[in-house]
């Protein structure tokens, strides 16, 4: 008796625990933390400069490469961040799966870092006066930045999306159609950088711009729905989780008032 008095002690704190670390608020800091990885954007324009041919050798602008890396260091911390919300939740699905996506989400960030000091190594040459003895290693570090981008921000946010996509899309976590349009975009975002890896295609083209969107719609839609919505009851006691609103009161709430009537 004292040890099933022990288990059952056990069961009801995992309970409380459940309800304490909220559901909700895992959803909604993985949702926030999506949506501020839009916030690099910017960097598209802000890198122009740094990319000339003769930047070493000019006079600057250095302040609009500093708030382009600033930015896309927020981007990559706030990817890892995606991926460690979201662990406790989908590792429930498929734990290995779960492992994957932030191993993939860890080294999309350290690729990023790379990319970042790459470009911020050039404005240090440029400080340093180095003059054009230093041409080919400033353009050597831009073909760094570019490549680091080709992988980190187009290949493996493909990978991204076909390993939390199927997490979310076999859990119902989300609407299915919301995976459904991670699967679509990661073969397009992979073509696109294969293009890349052999010539075909280069850095910054409409071709890449278009291959992105999906996955871009993907993120940002993901995003705004964990803000807004959080996850759906029906995935979360899937999952084994209490949900934060009740199955019964999601239904009933959505049922035809004449459905209502009757079961009364």
Known sequence: MFIIAIVGSIKSRSKELVKVDS??????????LYLITFVSIPTLFLYNSVRGANYILGA????????????ELIVA??????????????????????????????????MIFVGV??????????????????????????SMHD??????????PAVSAVLLGSLLYQSRLVPRILPVIGFIGAPLLVAS???TLFGVNHYGSGISGVA?????????????????????????????????????????????????????
């Open 23 to 32: 559901t909700r608020k895992i959803s909604l800091t993985a949702g926030v």
């Open 60 to 71: 600057g602008p250095d302040t609009k490469v500093f708030v382009g890396g600033t930015l």
């Open 77 to 110: 911390l706030a990817g890892i961040g995606t991926a460690v919300a979201l662990y406790p939740v989908v590792k429930r699905q498929n734990e290995g799966v779960a492992l994957g996506f932030v191993g993939v989400r860890t080294v999309e960030a350290a």
């Open 117 to 142: 000091f790459t470009l911020l190594s050039v404005v240090g040459l440029r400080r340093a006066g180095a003059g054009t003895t230093a041409l080919v290693t400033s353009h050597t570090l831009i």
């Open 147 to 156: 490549w680091t981008f080709v992988l980190g921000q187009s290949l493996f």
């Open 193 to 195: 950088s294969i293009a």
């Open 212 to 264: 992105g969107l999906p996955i871009a719609l993907w993120e940002f839609s993901l995003g705004a729905y964990l803000t807004i919505k959080g996850f759906r009851p029906a995935g979360l006691q899937q999952l084994g989780f209490e949900p934060d609103v009740p199955v019964s009161a999601t239904v009933s709430a959505t049922a035809p008032k004449s459905e209502l009537r009757s079961a009364a």
